[in-house]
């Protein structure tokens, strides 16, 4: 390059999923389909979106027990306690079109656990849990799961006695599950703050358990993005 | 390796008396029905997000919100029709992708002229 110092390009080559989609969404405007107001309000509604709400619901349902048999009875109606609602919610008022309005709560026990997947595709509570992980849409994952649970779980680091029964729960275009976690020892007198604080994502999935001292999953690799979204 | 990479008949296009009703079934599974499937362990890992997977997702959600169409049609787009080879071959966001790019076209929102015009202006834009 006869430019030296030019400072190296951002990206070595556009890719045809970046030109399409810039593509796609343009065309949608420019033919009145939605505006680009439309989208930028989808945007900031995903940007309010994340696990607080489900581990605030877990904590309360910890904290109170007919707040829990509310939660496992009517999980939509339990969320509107965590300020999620499923059914008015911004920006649409009748919801979101991928998340229907049917949310369950897998109470686990010192002898049950629970683990959610989608087996079809990766349907996941994004209202009150945020964006799937990446894991969670394998097929790899969705493949295993159900066949496979403790060695799966195993693999997530997490051991569970050979008496402990493992439920797997396949979500479906209609429902959408999180899991609730016995309380973990070593807790009591915590507020309900402090309670979500250990309620990590990988808790209300399932392939994790909370443990005082833990706020965070546990570590495990990240791929990069070539143009990372800014959250 | 998965049940429906076994049983592979003698032949591509096979003649009707070479396909077992056993294997048509296996055929007729569509490919997001991968749940039970033999896989080994991989590396679980998370991933960053790129921008054009943020927005393909916030046009998806959109595009149903003013009701082009509705999330079982996208649904089956994504995970039925792109087929076996696409299925696993493309990234999650880009089966939502590809499924938004031809709902525009199908329901003829878009001409497919229109489609790839409108790619051409763009990726000059980065030349």
Redesign the interface.
């Known amino acids: 390059m006869a430019e030296k110092h030019k400072p190296a390009p951002m990206v070595d080559e556009v890719s045809e999923f970046e030109v399409l989609e810039i593509a796609v969404r343009e065309l949608a405007i420019e033919k009145g389909l939605f505006s680009a107001e439309d989208h930028r309000r989808w945007t900031e509604y995903m940007h309010t979106l994340g696990p607080l709400p489900a581990a605030r619901l877990v904590a309360k349902a910890w904290l109170d027990p007919e707040f829990k048999k509310l939660a496992v009875k009517d999980g939509v109606k339990a969320s509107l306690d965590v300020d999620i609602d499923w059914i008015g919610s911004m920006p649409t008022n009748f919801g979101t079109p991928s998340d229907y309005c049917n949310l369950r709560v897998m109470e686990d026990t010192p002898k049950l656990k629970h683990v959610v997947v989608c087996t079809l595709c990766s349907c996941y509570p994004r209202p009150i849990l945020g964006q799937s992980p990446e894991w969670y849409r394998t097929p790899n994952y969705r493949r295993r799961i159900v066949r496979w649970p403790r060695q799966v779980l195993s693999e997530f680091g997490l051991q569970l006695p050979e008496d402990v029964e493992i439920r797997v729960v396949d979500s479906n275009q209609k429902s959408r599950f999180i899991v609730l976690p016995v309380r973990p020892e070593g807790t009591e007198g915590w507020t309900e703050d402090q309670l979500a604080e250990i309620v990590t994502r990988d808790c209300l999935i399932g392939v994790a358990v909370p443990k005082p001292g833990q706020t965070s999953n546990d570590p495990r690799p990240v791929h990069p993005a070539k143009n990372p979204y800014k959250h | 390796m ?1 049940e429906r990479n076994r049983q592979k008949p003698a032949k591509d296009a096979p003649y009707p008396d070479l396909i077992t009703n056993e294997r048509f079934r296996e055929c007729m599974r569509t490919p ?8 080994v ?26 009701g ?1 169409w ?3 049609e ?2 089956r787009r ?2 039925v029709d792109l087929g076996n080879s696409n299925y ?1 071959a493309i ?4 089966r939502w ?2 499924t ?2 031809r709902i ?1 076209v199908d329901k003829q ?2 001409t497919l002229t ?2 790839i015009e ?2 051409d202006e ?2 000059k834009r ?1 030349e």
């Open positions: 998965t997001h029905d991968v749940g039970g499937e033999d896989d362990p991989m590396q679980w890992e998370e991933k960053e997000e790129e921008v054009w997977e943020h927005n393909t997702f916030v046009t998806c959600e959109v595009l149903a919100w003013r082009v509705n999330a079982e996208r649904r994504q995970n696993l990234p999650y966001y880009g992708l590809l938004a790019a525009l929102h878009v229109e489609l409108k790619m763009v990726k980065y």
